[in-house]
């Protein structure tokens, strides 16, 4: 059963990277293209000498592009399908669809939201080379520390639920989720490497196509593993939990 259920989350997430890929390169390309035009401008001021060109703009908006999309795409609908299921059955009494749009929602808001809030996505040209190493690990220390507060703040609502229902549990979970975060991303160091004359429209425009991939991504997977997935625990006779 899990076997199947991986194979069909991986084509759900080869469908979400053909629609990820077609919508990064009509709207994100042209902002990347954009802060490239910036960067070598503003080396160009400098007196700085043009750093060579080791793989094509054209391989890296295209086949570059599409390759990277894929494998992201794949591997991450792979995972979706593992946490549907050890979820569905389980900690859900939702259908099949149900269990995969709540999973697809909470992973887009712990795994792109939260993090994008505090360290949001950034074209070339924006960002000190020197801080590169310190800007990743803060920013994957806050996709791990959302994760986790999501999973703890699940665990939270279950037991609340037993005292004092559902719906309360899961409010008073949210509400304590969202505490945590908040307290999170205050304490966090902030980031602010953008350029003074750096382009406020590009800059907006290619965080806003950043967060849209990820909701393409995630709203793909959410759907169409929910139905491919809906059909086969169906054919098997049952809803139950596919891990045993």
Known sequence: MVGNLLLRGMLAGMIAGILVFAFAHTFGEPQVDAAIAFEEASAQAAGEAAEPEIVSRATQAGLGLFTGVMAYSIAVGGLFSLAFAFVHGRLSSLSPRGTSAVIAIAAFVAIVLVPAVKYPATPPAVGNPDTIGVRTELFFLMIVVSL???????ALSRRLAERFGLWNGAIVAGIAYLVFIGAVLYLLPPINEVPENFSAVVLWRFRTT?????????????????????????????????FR
Do not use: Q
């Not at 986790?148 to 699940?154: R, Y």
């Not at 995630?218 to 491919?228: D, E, I, K, R, S």
């Open 210 to 242: 950043s967060l849209g991939m990820h909701a393409i991504l995630w709203a793909t997977l959410g759907l169409v593993f929910g139905m491919l997935a809906e059909r086969r625990l169906a054919a098997k006779g049952g809803l139950r939990p596919a």
């Open 148 to 154: 986790a507060s999501l999973i703890a703040a699940v």
